[in-house]
C-alpha cells in the first residue's frame, strides 16, 4: 500500500500550536513534504488563563512545568519579554534544559 502523496498536520489541545509552528516552518525546514492542511485541535489560546490557574499555588502543580516552558519559549521567540519577571533565579537558571 503506497502513502498518498499529501500530508495533513494535526494537533490536539497544546498539539494545536506545535502544528500550527510545524506548518509555518515546513516550507523552509521539510519542502520536500506536500503539506496540503492544517488541523488545531482545541490549541490552548489563554496562556493567561493557564498562567492564572498555576499562579499562586503553595506546591508546583501539573501546570507549573507548562508555564515555566512557556515563559521560557516566548522569552527565547520574543526577547523583548523578560523572563527574568516572571521567574525565579533558580528556574531562569535551568531553562537550557528545556
Not at 2 to 24: C, E, R, V, Y
Amino acid at each position: 500500500m503506497a502513502l498518498a502523496p499529501d500530508t495533513i498536520l494535526w494537533g490536539p489541545s497544546q498539539g494545536g500550536p506545535a502544528a500550527a509552528w510545524a506548518a509555518q516552518l515546513a516550507p523552509t525546514y521539510a519542502p520536500e513534504i506536500p503539506l496540503r492542511g492544517v488541523i488545531l485541535g482545541a490549541p490552548a489560546v489563554e496562556p493567561g488563563l493557564i498562567l492564572a490557574a498555576a499562579s499562586g499555588q503553595p506546591e508546583p502543580t501539573p501546570l507549573t512545568g507548562y508555564m515555566v516552558s512557556l515563559i521560557a519559549a516566548w522569552s527565547h521567540a520574543y526577547p523583548e519579554t523578560a523572563a527574568a519577571l516572571a521567574l525565579t533565579p533558580a528556574a531562569l537558571a535551568e531553562t537550557d534544559l528545556l
